[in-house]
């Protein structure tokens, strides 16, 4: 039964239209572990297009669940982990004109980068997990790195226009689960992941968190944060 990790990152994209302070993605925090989350997801972009330093100092001071940090392998985003000291950092690509993250990180092609940045996180007492496609190449580079988990990206999964494109997508990412289980790293998946879609990836073995984020905040805004968690929470315990 996987964790779910709600990520509130769109409740300050809400805010950040008006350059206001509502709504409070604290509070988005607050109603999603009332609604069952076992985590708080929130990514911390260069570009601050979204969430806001103040947001994740204000959160490590009230979640009381896992608190999950997306951010880039940049030298930045590494000091301010360093010094908030989340449950855990989810190391993301990341371009400034993406609309959302478009793909996963390319632990092959930054490897000694990636590598730093985990060896200074781990090093305060911080568990490490990189957000990678679900690729047999990217999976052995990140047990290459030392971290503890790899979030496989479904956002190809996700995106399917068609029943066996489907299938085809859920099936690489079932083989690279085997591979990440084998390799001894936790198995976390995200990305793209919907209420209509997310039964068949929760329910893959030794699948241990999901980050859920998009689907569930736009719930949120028809039903509430709370009821929108409750929702998400039962179709990925059944």
């Keep these: 039964m996987p964790a779910l990790g709600v990520n509130i990152d769109h409740v300050a994209t809400v ?26 997801t929130l990514h911390l972009r260069e ?11 204000t959160m490590k001071k ?32 990341e371009k400034r004109e993406e609309l959302t993250t478009e793909g996963g990180l390319d632990v092959v092609a930054n490897l000694e980068r990636v590598e730093q940045c985990v060896h200074q996180l781990q090093q305060v007492g911080i568990e490490v997990s990189l957000f ?42 079932v083989k690279a689960s085997e591979f990440t289980v084998a390799q001894g790293l936790k198995l976390h998946m995200g990305h793209g992941l919907t209420y209509r879609n997310v039964s068949k ?3 893959i073995p030794d699948v241990c968190e999901l980050n859920i984020g998009h689907s569930i905040v736009s719930r949120a805004v028809l039903v509430g944060m709370e ?6 929470k039962a179709l990925v315990t059944v």
């Design 15 to 40: 805010r950040q239209a008006r350059l206001t302070f509502e709504p409070d993605p604290v509070w988005a925090a607050v109603l999603a572990e009332l609604g069952g989350a076992d985590g708080i």
């Design 47 to 57: 570009d601050r297009r979204h969430i806001q330093d103040h947001d994740l100092y």
């Design 62 to 93: 009230t979640v009381q669940v896992k608190l999950n940090l997306e951010m880039a392998a940049e030298e930045e985003m590494t000091a301010i982990a360093l010094e908030v000291r989340p449950d855990q950092v989810s190391l993301v690509p």
């Design 132 to 173: 990678i496609d679900p690729d047999v190449e990217q999976i052995a580079a990140a047990k290459q790195v030392g971290v503890h988990a790899v979030e496989l990206h479904t956002g190809r999964y996700a995106d399917a226009t068609s029943a066996d494109e489907q299938q085809k997508e859920y099936d690489v990412i």
């Design 201 to 203: 990836i929760a329910a």
């Design 227 to 232: 009821q929108a968690v409750r929702e998400m």
